[in-house]
């Protein structure tokens, strides 16, 4: 028994780290996973390795182009197309039942808290970026459906590399957290249907940034 909690938390391990590399970019899009190297990169054996080339592969992440061969997974305007037409279904269902369920004080708190968004600052992106992941986590407690909650994670770890492809402009920096304060406010009013019309439309204009910023020559990677 112990081996087989030990080799868990080596593969959990082993995902971790290879899920931040591609994620941050240190390992991009067709870049080889060698089941050999990477375990002795981080120091694993080969069975938790492979159940997290397994993991990753699952995910979308990565790619087993033979039985030997696995590699980083593309990601391309297509793929982001389609990415953010699950997001939309989920997300707006997300807010529908989260307006209906959800704590309409603490959802008029975080309204605020994007109202005094402070881009300007230095740390203001990475504060505004660890609101919005509060929000989410509140969104996910108030819809209370594992289901649901378990599909967006999946999405959302997909979305980080997007982010990183895309630059991050100032406005529509500022435009999101506008978007995110309407929908928040939609929530604590429990307006559904706003909640909803609100993510649709902060989906649309994130969606045309992101090509926007993925087409240009200082977008391209």
């Given at each position: 028994m112990?081996?087989?909690?030990?080799?868990?938390?080596?593969?959990?391990?082993?995902y971790?780290?290879?899920?931040?590399?591609i994620?941050?970019?240190?390992?991009?899009?067709?870049?080889?996973?060698?089941?050999?190297?990477?375990?002795?990169?981080?120091?694993?054996?080969?069975?938790?390795?492979?159940?997290?080339l397994?993991?990753?592969?699952?995910?979308?992440?990565?790619?087993?182009?033979?039985?030997?061969?696995?590699v980083?997974?593309?990601?391309?305007?297509?793929?982001?197309?389609s990415l953010?037409?699950i997001?939309?279904?989920?997300?707006?269902?997300?807010?529908?039942?989260a307006?209906?369920?959800?704590?309409?004080?603490?959802?008029r708190?975080?309204?605020?808290?994007?109202?005094?968004?402070?881009?300007?600052?230095?740390?203001g992106?990475?504060?505004?970026?660890?609101?919005?992941a509060?929000?989410?986590?509140?969104?996910?407690?108030?819809?209370?459906?594992?289901y649901?909650?378990?599909?967006?994670?999946?999405?959302?770890?997909?979305?980080?590399?997007v982010?990183?492809?895309?630059?991050?402009?100032?406005?529509?920096?500022a435009a999101?957290?506008?978007?995110?304060h309407?929908?928040a406010?939609a929530?604590?009013?429990?307006?559904?249907?706003?909640?909803?019309?609100?993510?649709?439309?902060?989906l649309?204009?994130?969606?045309?940034?992101?090509?926007e910023s993925?087409?240009?020559?200082?977008?391209?990677?």
């Open positions: 112990s081996t087989t909690v030990e080799s868990l938390r080596a593969s959990d391990r082993a971790a780290v290879l899920l931040d590399e994620q941050s970019g240190i390992l991009p899009a067709g870049a080889v996973l060698a089941e050999v190297e990477q375990a002795a990169r981080l120091g694993v054996s080969r069975t938790p390795m492979r159940e997290a397994r993991r990753l592969a699952a995910e979308g992440l990565a790619v087993q182009q033979s039985p030997r061969v696995t980083v997974a593309d990601l391309d305007a297509d793929d982001i197309r953010f037409e997001r939309r279904a989920l997300e707006e269902t997300s807010a529908r039942l307006a209906m369920r959800g704590d309409a004080v603490l959802f708190e975080l309204a605020d808290e994007f109202a005094r968004v402070d881009l300007d600052r230095p740390e992106r990475d504060a505004y970026y660890a609101l919005i509060r929000f989410d986590a509140a969104l996910d407690a108030a819809v209370g459906n594992d649901l909650s378990s599909a967006l994670r999946t999405v959302r770890t997909h979305l980080v590399r982010r990183r492809m895309a630059r991050d402009k100032p406005e529509r920096l999101s957290a506008g978007e995110h309407l929908i406010r929530l604590a009013s429990r307006d559904a249907e706003l909640a909803a019309h609100a993510t649709h439309v902060h649309h204009n994130a969606l045309d940034s992101i090509l993925l087409e240009s020559p200082e977008g391209t990677r």
